[in-house]
């Protein structure tokens, strides 16, 4: 997977402690969030950038797909312990 760093979309804070948002978004999206086993564990519709919960899952790195009426974009989230 190649990460696209022109992208609108911004997830913050990279790395995440317990939370994570995603900036950029300006219609109503689909989240989703896969482990490295590609497992979907976090599925959300999302329009703004309110804070996403990963406090119950382990440290790692993570791929957030983001998909709007016009476009889909994938990104890295890497979680950390505090």
């Known amino acids: 997977i190649t990460e696209i760093t022109d992208s609108p979309i ?3 804070p990279n790395p ?3 939370n994570f948002r995603i900036k950029g978004l300006t219609t109503a999206s689909h989240v ?3 482990d490295v086993n590609g497992r ?3 599925e959300e519709q999302r329009s703004d950038d309110s ?3 990963m406090s119950a899952y382990d440290d790692g790195v993570y791929l957030v797909k983001v998909t709007s ?3 889909t ?3 890295r989230l890497i979680k950390k312990a505090e």
């Open 51 to 53: 804070p996403i919960d």
């Open 10 to 12: 911004l997830l913050y």
């Open 73 to 75: 974009i994938i990104k």
């Open 32 to 34: 989703r969030v896969y």
């Open 16 to 18: 995440a402690s317990t």
């Open 69 to 71: 009426d016009s476009s």
């Open 40 to 42: 979907l564990i976090i």
